[in-house]
């Protein structure tokens, strides 16, 4: 990854569809100073370690309705416990017809984002990278 370059480590939480979603969002962020890597789906006892080994300034988990998101929650619990200071981005990306209520529940155990659109998480990101990388003034 270059300097000055937001690396986000993507977490297909239920498989091929999830990392799919994912590489869609990697290729929205093309233009974008941020730069995804696909995990291999997680086991949520090594989720923080595979965080650390990457270097990620930001997790963000995949986890598309209709799945429900109890493992996505117990996987952003863990991360928030483990490493407080890492941004946790979820995508719950889908047409409206198949928008869940979800949301607030994954905030509540730490999740910094919670999108519903691709559009929605990229704009995320790219506000992600400006802040990561803006200097203090002095």
């Known amino acids: 990854f270059a300097q000055g370059t937001l690396r986000v480590l993507g977490i297909p939480v239920h498989g091929s569809v999830d990392a799919l979603a994912l590489q869609m969002l990697a290729h929205m962020v093309d233009d974008l100073p ?17 965080v650390e080994r990457s270097g990620a300034h930001v997790v963000c988990f995949a986890n598309l309705p209709p799945q429900v998101s109890s493992r996505t929650q117990n996987l952003t619990r863990r991360l928030r416990q ?3 200071a890492l941004k946790v981005a979820v995508g719950r990306w889908s047409s409206s017809d198949f928008a869940d209520t979800g949301s607030d529940e994954l905030v509540g155990v730490g999740a910094d984002h919670v999108g519903t659109t691709l559009a929605a998480t990229r704009d995320y990101l790219r ?5 990561q990388f803006t200097p203090d003034p002095e």
């Open 82 to 84: 483990t490493l407080p």
């Open 127 to 131: 506000a992600c990278a400006l802040w």
């Open 34 to 50: 941020v730069r995804i890597e696909i995990a291999a789906r997680p086991f949520v006892g090594h989720v923080a370690e595979s």
